[in-house]
Structures are given as structure tokens and as C-alpha cells.
């Protein structure tokens, strides 16, 4: 098995993969590929299976049928060190209330064996909480916390960014610095997957789409300039 | 990387437990009301029931247990952070060793108070002439009860109906748990000290901890990733 430093992929691929909860049929063989530099939106209506597949990727969940390979392997070869490549960014931000920013990103930095200093301070700054470092995430307004949640998801640098509806309850400005920080993380190398319903965030931040209703994959494509108009013609046809 | 991740789910726990104090007082609460409820029903005349001692003793734990295992949970259902902690790269099996510390640390807490004021109110101050076989119970049995207790609380803490389920679960399995405590615990209790008796109980516990955190250590990454 890879140690944790070794461990990097630059492709990561769903290889008809299905997911099932009792009879309950919510991922039905979806097959597609994210290179490094992707922005893939995986973009569909609510109930449509996009939430599954992330939990999936990010290693939360095992397929029922087919696999998901990282760099062509699997995860049960890369073992736990795969997860020091990947970040995720939920609805549920996954803080503690309790504890303060400062006291949150120092744990999930340790959690994933990073140093915490200087790391922490820039996340902070970068976040714009410096000032509140201190305080506890509980006494945050929705954007802070979601920014907060933005760099711990990030604190380890991951090649695979998962992001599930990471826009929800932002004003204009916070999700145009998230969109920022997700085209400067494609830039970099990383892969990001970005699973919404909201179609006016996604117009020009992704490149790729991935079109899913019921759990099946409908199209897998470059993103058109008219993505509502490229979205109704496939989901609206269906 | 195992040690380490435990040491910090413990670390963490403690933490936010030290901003707001609300397993322990809760867990603490119950345990002591649990207790002086039996006393009023069980103890006449200031003299207790039979073996009533040693049956109060462990009701107080396991119910207050049950009780703190709920609660530990719940915080990480509330963000979803358990999801969170399920992505660190380390063994998922050192996230339920970090959490079974916890649990442990909490209990024991709760049995410093538990077996003095048992002991005090039932008149059973005998227990405390085999201090070590009353440590080796109280340590068999806590390690048990928590470790069939922490992984049930993982696995449920999505389910809707976990408080509910949690105590359905639970009870069945540690049954035998709670009777080795019980008797161990009537025999250290009896006039003179049974001592044979609590060591046979205590190997019982020891066995049953074994298997159970063996089971739990192994079984902890499928059942949370299924």
C-alpha cells in the first residue's frame, strides 16, 4: 500500500457505478472521467443522485456495483492516504460550533498530520476571520462559517475538490470569491467537482458538465456559454 | 497515525466538553437522580433490599451511559462533522478508538461519584474493602458496555429514530455485561468478601471486552462507509 506523502492522481474516474440504499435505486451506472485543471459541474434537479456520487468519491460511501479509480487505482490499494488528496465542502459545513475558527482548523489540520502554524493564519486571513479567530463558529453569520468551512475543506491542499451546493445562503460577494478560489484551484492542478441545482452560479465558473436525473448520467460534456439553455435541452427533454 | 488520531478525537471532545459542559452535567445529573430514586423506593428503615446495592450501581451506569452515548453523538450529527472526521486519513477504527477514550473518561467520572453515593445510601460500604476487584468490575465492565455502545452510536447517527433504536440495540448485547458487573459486584458486597467469585466475574468481563473491541476495531470502517 502507498504511504500518505506518495499518493497522487491526476484523473479520477467513475466506472459504471451504481448505488442502491435498500430498493431504493439512487446512482444507476454512471460512467465519467475528471482530469486535473476540470471544473466538471455535476449538475442536475434536487433528489437527482448528485449528493450520493460525492459522498462516493470522497471515499464516505462504497459503490454498490462498478468502482471509482484515482489515478487508475483503486481506493482500497491507495488506502487511508488517498483521503490527504481529497476536500470536501458540503451544505453541512462540518464545524464545531463550540469551538472557535482558530480552534477548528488547528484540529482538522492535526486530524490530516499538517502543522498547524503558519497554515492556520493564512487560512484564516485568507477567509477574512483573522479578527475572529478566537471566537466560537456558533456566534458566525452563515457566509463566515461557510467561509471557514471553505478553507478547512482546503487546509491540506487536496487534488480532488468535491463541492456539494457551496453556494447555498451566500450574497454575491461570497460566491464570487468562492468561484475565484475554485478556478485558481483548476489552475493549479486540481480536480473539481462541483454538484448543484443552480445553474446561474455555475455559468462560467465550470467547464464540463455532467447532466444527472434519477441517478442516471444524461450527458457529459463542455460547458456551452448557454448552460441553462444546454441544461433544458437535455433534462427538460428527458 | 492511529494513536495520534485517537488522541486528538479525545482531545477534541474534551474541548468543546470543557466550553460547554453539557454531557457531563447531564450524564452526572441523571446517574445521581437514578440512584437517590432507588434509595427512596429500595432503602426501609435505613436498611437497603438484598442485593439492591450492586443492581443500582449498574442500572445507574448503563442507563446514564446510554444517556452520554446519545448525547456524544448528537454533536457530531449536528454538522455533519462526523463525516468530517470519517475523511482524516488515518484507520477509521482510530476515530472509534478516540471516541471509546471519551466515553471511558466520561463514565469513569460518573462512577467516582456513583460508588461512593451507592455506597453511602444502600449502606454497602463493603464494597470498598476489595478495591482492586471493585476497580477491575467497574473497568471490565465500563470498557464493555462502551465499546458495543460507541460503535452503535456511529452506525446510528443518521438514523431518524437513533434514540429509540440506540437503547434496542444496545441492551440485548450487553446484557451479559451487566450481570457479571451485578454479581461481581453482590459477591465483593456479601459478609465475608467473595472473592473467587468476583475474579471468575471479572475474567467473564475481560472476555466479553475482548471480543467486543476486537469486533468493534474491525467492523467500525464498513459499517460507517455502508
Not at chain 1, 459503490?63 to 476536500?87: D, V
Request: aromatic content about 8%; overall charge neutral.
Amino acid at each position: 500500500m502507498p504511504t500518505s506523502a506518495s499518493v497522487d492522481f491526476d484523473t479520477v474516474q467513475v466506472v459504471d457505478v451504481s448505488r442502491h440504499f435498500g430498493r431504493r435505486r439512487a446512482i444507476a451506472n454512471v460512467s465519467f472521467e475528471a482530469k486535473s485543471g476540470d471544473i466538471l459541474g455535476l449538475l442536475g434537479p434536487n433528489g437527482a443522485g448528485k449528493s450520493t456520487l460525492i459522498t462516493m468519491l470522497a471515499t464516505l460511501a462504497t459503490p454498490s456495483k462498478g468502482e471509482i479509480r484515482y489515478g487508475g487505482e483503486s481506493p482500497a490499494r491507495l488506502g487511508p492516504g488517498l483521503r490527504t488528496r481529497i476536500g470536501l465542502l458540503a451544505h453541512e459545513l462540518h464545524l464545531y460550533p463550540e469551538l472557535s475558527a482558530k480552534q477548528n482548523l488547528r484540529f482538522f489540520a492535526e486530524l490530516h498530520g499538517l502543522a498547524p502554524h503558519p497554515l492556520i493564519d493564512e487560512a484564516l486571513e485568507s477567509a477574512g476571520l483573522a479578527d475572529r479567530a478566537d471566537d466560537a463558529v456558533s456566534s458566525f453569520s452563515r457566509g463566515m462559517r461557510q467561509r471557514l468551512a471553505l478553507e478547512r475543506s482546503l487546509l491540506h491542499a487536496p487534488r480532488l475538490v468535491l463541492f456539494d451546493e457551496p453556494f447555498t445562503g451566500l450574497d454575491d460577494r461570497a460566491v464570487g470569491l468562492i468561484a475565484d478560489r475554485l478556478r485558481r484551484l483548476a489552475a493549479n492542478g486540481a480536480i473539481v467537482l462541483l454538484a448543484t441545482h443552480d445553474l446561474d452560479m455555475a455559468e462560467g465558473l465550470v467547464n464540463r458538465v455532467a447532466l444527472i436525473r434519477n441517478g442516471r448520467l444524461l450527458a457529459d460534456e463542455p460547458a456551452s456559454p448557454g448552460l441553462r439553455a444546454q441544461y433544458r435541452a437535455i433534462i427538460g427533454a428527458q | 497515525m492511529f494513536f495520534r488520531t485517537a488522541w486528538l478525537v479525545l482531545r477534541k471532545d474534551v474541548a468543546i466538553e470543557a466550553k460547554s459542559w453539557e454531557v457531563v452535567t447531564t450524564t452526572l445529573f441523571f446517574a445521581v437522580s437514578c440512584v437517590l430514586i432507588f434509595a427512596f423506593a429500595l432503602v426501609k428503615d435505613g436498611r437497603a433490599v438484598g442485593d439492591a446495592a450492586a443492581g443500582i450501581l449498574w442500572i445507574a451506569i448503563s442507563f446514564s451511559g446510554t444517556l452520554a452515548l446519545g448525547r456524544t453523538f448528537e454533536r457530531e450529527r449536528y454538522a455533519e462533522t462526523l463525516r468530517a472526521l470519517l475523511l482524516a486519513p488515518a484507520p477509521r477504527a482510530a476515530l472509534y478508538t478516540g471516541k471509546l477514550m471519551g466515553m471511558l473518561a466520561l463514565l469513569g467520572l460518573a462512577e467516582l461519584l456513583l460508588v461512593p453515593l451507592v455506597a453511602l445510601l444502600f449502606q454497602a460500604s463493603a464494597m470498598f474493602s476489595r478495591p482492586l476487584l471493585l476497580a477491575g468490575l467497574l473497568a471490565g465492565g465500563t470498557v464493555g458496555f462502551c465499546a458495543v455502545g460507541t460503535l452503535f452510536a456511529a452506525m446510528l447517527v443518521r438514523a431518524r429514530s437513533r434514540d429509540v433504536l440506540l437503547p434496542i440495540l444496545l441492551y440485548p448485547i450487553i446484557i451479559p455485561v451487566i450481570i457479571a458487573g451485578v454479581r461481581g459486584t453482590a459477591a465483593l458486597l456479601s459478609a465475608p468478601p467473595d472473592e473467587p467469585t468476583a475474579i471468575m466475574w471479572i475474567g467473564v468481563l475481560t472476555a466479553f471486552d475482548i471480543v467486543f473491541v476486537t469486533l468493534a476495531l474491525w467492523t467500525f470502517e464498513p459499517l460507517m462507509t455502508e
